[in-house]
């Protein structure tokens, strides 16, 4: 079964608005999660690293006031897109490594967000 | 740096043959290496992995082929079937608790 769940799978929401999506490790604690962005034909592209009790890093180009990371318990990572535009319309991915050797990471299930 | 996203490349194969798609990584410094395949609309899911130590590793009708010299990662699919259709992305790391970084990404059609 799924080891991280994200939630919502899919959402349409209209452009101005915020949109929060959650990312959930389930069987283990997860002191840092990765939010991917995915385009339509594209690859996943890293937009931020979310740490447990510290604030978010951002990657080059992604606009921290737009994209709200809280990461408030070893299990939860959230990304809040605030005042959405279409062009923020896209497949958006969460991931975590499993603690230990290896670090195996793990997605959730993506969230399809389409702005109007 | 990063891999940038551009359109994908497409491997058509025939149903029952035997599938080889190819990747090129960026960081010389990475030590583990991940296939994962990613059907519409959903996540990626894990198919095998690598570590740097290794140049070849086997499971179930898959097999990964690391190249450190020239930076290259193959994944060979036996016995290719309608099932296995999707984009096949490889991924870097370094190590740690550190993120993914992807590769291009290859769709994979199935004629049956």
């Known amino acids: 079964g799924a080891v991280v769940s994200q939630h919502p799978s899919w959402v349409i929401c209209k452009s101005g608005t915020s949109v929060k999506i959650e990312c959930r490790s389930l069987d283990f604690q997860a002191t840092t999660m990765f939010w991917y962005r995915q385009f339509p034909k594209q690859s996943l592209m890293l937009m931020a690293t979310?740490?447990?009790?510290?604030?978010?890093?951002?990657e080059q180009g992604v606009e921290k006031d737009k994209f709200l990371i809280n990461h408030a318990s070893l299990t939860l990572s959230t990304l809040t897109v605030t005042s959405a535009h279409p062009e923020d319309s896209s497949f958006y991915i969460c991931?975590?490594?499993?603690?230990?050797?290896?670090?195996?990471?793990?997605f959730g299930q993506g969230t399809r967000l389409t702005v109007v | 740096g990063e891999s940038v996203g551009l359109h994908l490349p497409t491997l058509s194969v025939q149903e029952g043959d035997n599938s080889i798609i190819n990747c090129a990584y960026s960081?010389?410094?990475?030590?583990?290496f991940i296939w994962y395949k990613q059907e519409s609309g959903k996540g990626p899911q894990f198919i095998i992995d690598?570590?740097?130590?290794?140049d070849k590793r086997q499971g179930q009708r898959v097999t990964v082929l690391l190249n450190k010299t020239v930076k290259h990662l193959s994944l060979q699919i036996a016995a290719t079937q309608p099932g296995d259709s999707a984009v096949y992305f490889c991924a870097e790391n370094l190590s740690g608790n550190t993120p993914l970084v992807f590769g291009k990404g290859t769709r994979l059609s199935v004629i049956a």
């Open positions: 960081n010389s410094a990475s030590d583990y």
């Open positions: 979310s740490n447990e009790g510290s604030k978010a890093t951002y």
């Open positions: 991931s975590a490594n499993r603690p230990g050797q290896g670090g195996e990471a793990f």
């Open positions: 690598i570590r740097s130590n290794m």
